[in-house]
T-cell receptor, first 113, second 111 residues
Framework: DVKVTQSSRYLVKRTGEKVFLECVQD?????MFWYRQDPGLGLRLIYF???????EKGDIPEGYSVSREKKERFSLILESASTNQTSMYLC????????????FGNGTRLTVT | DQQVKQNSPSLSVQEGRISILNCDYT??????FLWYKKYPAEGPTFLIS???IKDKNEDGRFTVFLNKSAKHLSLHIVPSQPGDSAVYFC??????????WGLGTSLAVNP
């Protein structure tokens, strides 16, 4: 079974802090994704990566950056956290970009105060 | 405008009966459809998928039906069990960079 592990289940940060969310997958998947989930808005793609050091913006990349230095690890960075970034953040990986399901981690609930 | 719609926010069924969750989409270019289950405080778990070349896919108690002419898919759970109580999301894509999600249907299976 694919395992996607997010390093923190809950985080509380202050406005203006730099925040790192870490994600590791153990199935040698090429593709990794960061989503946020908000009530009434569903899952929205922030960034994805299709290879080491390769990334593409998703639907809502503003205020975020990502890093993929190793195939198994994909980090989401909030350069200067703001209260509107309070959300559930979900990392996922997939074997291919077509006809291949995403496998999700358990999520990080981030609160920015 | 939502390209993938789950029109029922919630559904309640008796244990042992059939649960039918529905999903409508607008983009005829979608060629891959997925269903996920999500428990509170957990990430979505992949359940079952179907490619547009098929109209049915089964996996144990779960069956997904695709009606391309109606742009409609449904997930059938037979028999429903209390452990199936969760939020179910459908998603549709041309590729995973453009995976479009519904807002979910909360299923309650009553003992």
């Amino acid at each position: 079974d694919v395992k996607v592990t997010q390093s923190s289940r809950y985080l509380v940060k202050r406005t203006g802090e730099k925040v790192f969310l870490e994600c590791v997958q153990d199935m040698d998947h090429e593709n990794m994704f960061w989503y946020r989930q908000d009530p009434g808005l569903g899952l929205r793609l922030i960034y994805f990566s299709y290879d080491v050091k390769m990334k593409e913006k998703g639907d809502i990349p503003e205020g975020y950056s990502v890093s993929r230095e190793k195939k198994e690890r994909f980090s989401l960075i909030l350069e200067s956290a703001s209260t509107n970034q309070t959300s559930m953040y979900l990392c996922a990986s997939s074997r291919t970009l077509s006809n291949s399901p995403l496998h999700f981690g358990n999520g990080t609930r981030l609160t920015v105060t | 405008d939502q390209q993938v719609k789950q029109n029922s926010p919630s559904l309640s069924v008796q244990e042992g009966r059939i649960s039918i969750l529905n999903c409508d989409y607008t983009n005829s270019m979608f060629d891959y459809f997925l269903w996920y289950k999500k428990y509170p405080a957990e990430g979505p778990t992949f359940l079952i998928s179907i490619s547009s070349i098929k109209d049915k896919n089964e996996d144990g108690r779960f069956t997904v039906f695709l009606n391309k002419s109606a742009k409609h898919l449904s997930l059938h759970i037979v028999p429903s069990q209390p452990g199936d109580s969760a939020v179910y999301f459908c998603a549709a894509s041309e590729d995973n960079r453009k995976l479009i999600w519904g807002l979910g249907t909360s299923l309650a299976v009553n003992p």
